[in-house]
């Protein structure tokens, strides 16, 4: 497994969740890393994404509640979702996209669930 996620779970709207995605140290540094989503009977869309240097992307309906971030030392990947609404529920994929590669890393999907 190259890339390992976690973190999901069930919160009350309105609540907070930290997924955390490991990747393998050759993967981690070469690549531009991302969480994606995706909902029962919908498309996976990007949630957010953050290259090696640490620029962001986020989706319009992300900004400003979710936080991409990485860790070199820990070879980490993580997201920060506050302010969560049951529009948020999905399952939540990690990816890893190596610059210059036509490759995509993706980790197995970590669950989360917002719900009162």
């Known amino acids: 497994v190259q890339l390992q996620a976690s973190g999901g779970g069930l919160v009350q709207p309105g609540g907070s969740l930290r997924l955390s995605c490991t990747a393998s140290?050759?993967?981690?540094?070469?690549?531009?890393m991302g969480w994606y989503r995706q909902a029962p009977g919908k498309q996976r869309e990007l949630v957010a994404s953050?290259?090696?240097?640490?620029?962001?992307i986020y989706a319009d309906s992300m900004k400003g509640r979710f936080t991409i971030s990485r860790d070199y030392a820990k070879n980490t990947v993580y997201l920060q979702m506050n302010s969560l609404t049951p529009e948020d529920t999905a399952e939540y994929y990690c990816?890893?996209?190596?610059?210059?590669?036509?490759?995509?890393?993706w980790g197995q999907g970590t669950q989360v669930t917002v719900s009162s």
């Open positions: 953050i290259t090696r240097v640490g620029n962001t």
């Open positions: 990816n890893a996209h190596p610059i210059g590669s036509s490759s995509n890393h």
């Open positions: 140290r050759t993967i981690f540094s070469s690549s531009m």
